[in-house]
């Protein structure tokens, strides 16, 4: 797929949205962005062991949010993410998942069975969240505004979705679930953004 940039028309379209629900007085959403400054850093998750997971921890490094499921043929990308995770994470990257059976029901567990599915077989070590929505009315508000961000053709389409956040909470770049986590598109764009220099 190609790669996103981002429009100033998107991004002014997208504050106009939030602006406009804002002055009519709508509850925020739990996990919302305050509309004043939408980046991924105004998000807030809820870890795979239900503690606040805020996505402002991870401000001033690279972030790559991934929605995963258990039962995918796509879910031997576990063992990619965490030999990126592996190599990057000293240089300031964090990859997220998060689990979602979105697509197909291949996510049916709940967050103890992921949990031990992931470490058992893949002994995966990076930050996960909860099993969320990431598409639809439903979705996490991170999902809305990535939505907004990207388009339609940026939206996950099935699982292991990628999205790329710059250490600035903005959206550097995405991919789509058959891009692998070690292939050189994902890992050269990670390069480009990572906040410390090749060590």
């Not at 809820?46 to 503690?51: K, N």
């Not at 240089?91 to 069975?113: A, M, T």
């Amino acid at each position: 797929m190609a790669r996103f940039f981002r429009s100033g028309l998107g991004s002014l379209a997208a504050a106009a949205v939030a602006s406009a629900s804002l002055s009519a007085g709508t509850p925020q959403q739990a996990g919302a962005a305050s509309p004043a400054t939408p980046s991924a850093h105004d998000f807030t998750f809820t870890s795979i062991d239900g503690e606040p997971l805020p996505m402002e921890q991870f401000a001033g490094k690279a972030v790559l949010v991934v929605n995963t499921a258990s039962r995918c043929g796509f879910t031997k990308q576990y063992d990619g993410l965490q030999a990126v995770w592996e190599k990057y994470r000293d240089r300031g990257l964090v990859v997220l998942g998060v689990p979602s059976n979105d697509f197909g029901s291949q996510e049916p567990g709940d967050e103890e069975q992921i949990k031990e599915f992931c470490t058992v077989n893949f002994n995966i070590n990076f930050p996960m969240t909860a099993k969320e929505r990431v598409v639809g009315g439903g979705a996490h508000p991170f999902y809305t505004w990535v939505r907004q961000e990207v388009g339609f053709v940026g939206a996950p389409k099935w699982n292991f979705h990628k999205y790329l956040i710059a250490p600035d909470g903005s959206v550097a770049d995405w991919f789509s679930s058959v891009t692998g986590p070690q292939a050189g598109r994902l890992t050269n764009a990670i390069e480009r953004v990572l906040p410390d220099p090749e060590r």
